[in-house]
């Protein structure tokens, strides 16, 4: 989910919620307190989750890395470089 799509959605819980606690208590500043909260909770869940996805790639991303480290050995043939001007090739078209 992009951030503005969460921000407006956000938006949109927090009116909810203060509308149904004012018809509730009746009670403005109450309303309001109790949105600052609930706002201030979201923002902490919104971060929690962020950084559980964003550890989660980086634990994904590092078990990549080790995989590719051991099937990176090639044989020795394959890590010679071929003086291309010597062979009659190209770059682009080896044969």
């Known amino acids: ?18 509308t149904s606690t004012y018809h509730l208590t009746g009670s403005v500043s109450e309303t309001i307190i109790k949105s600052i909260i609930a706002a201030v909770v979201l923002q902490i869940g919104y971060f929690a989750v962020i950084v559980y996805h964003v550890a989660k790639e980086a634990k994904a991303r590092k ?33």
């Not at 890395?65 to 003086?83: M, S």
Request: proline share 4%.
């Open 63 to 95: 078990a990549m890395l080790g995989a590719k480290d051991t099937v990176r050995d090639t044989p020795t043939e394959a890590k010679t470089i071929v003086n291309l001007a010597k062979t009659n090739s190209s770059a682009m078209h080896n044969n």
């Open 1 to 18: 989910m992009h951030a503005p799509k969460v921000f407006f959605c956000m938006i949109a819980v927090l009116l909810v919620f203060a």
